[in-house]
């Protein structure tokens, strides 16, 4: 389970606990650290030690969330990769995962053109299944 501390993050979160729960199985939350963000200057490592400090906060919180709802194995990983959806995928074939449970912003048009969508280039090249959870306050009337 991808998490990025996001709302929509969350609301997989409830999700990926509530599969976890129900199936008494391992919950694994992970947080991957674009490096191609990083640039060749020297505050680059400052830069990187800050997002991994906040990526093991993010899983930490997380954890701590699935635990106090009744999850008894979870486990977390920060992951450094050139690409979120590569660490995501790298973290799922080592784990021997079989679902990836991952919330999605819901962008359509121009804006997920120009912002590119994690959760759909998984779901496209993903080695096993991906639950994707919509925004919590999503409108569901058609």
Known sequence: MPTDGSDTAAAALDVGIDLAVADSSTLQLLSVIDTSLFGSELQ???????????????????????????????VTAVEEDESVVAGIQSYAADADSDCIVVGTHGRTGLDRYLLGSVTEKLIRTASVPVLVVPPADRDTEA
């Open 44 to 74: 680059a490592d400052q830069y990187a030690d800050s997002l991994s400090e906040t990526a093991t906060e993010i899983v930490t919180a997380a954890r701590d969330r699935a635990t106090a709802a009744g999850v008894n194995d979870v």
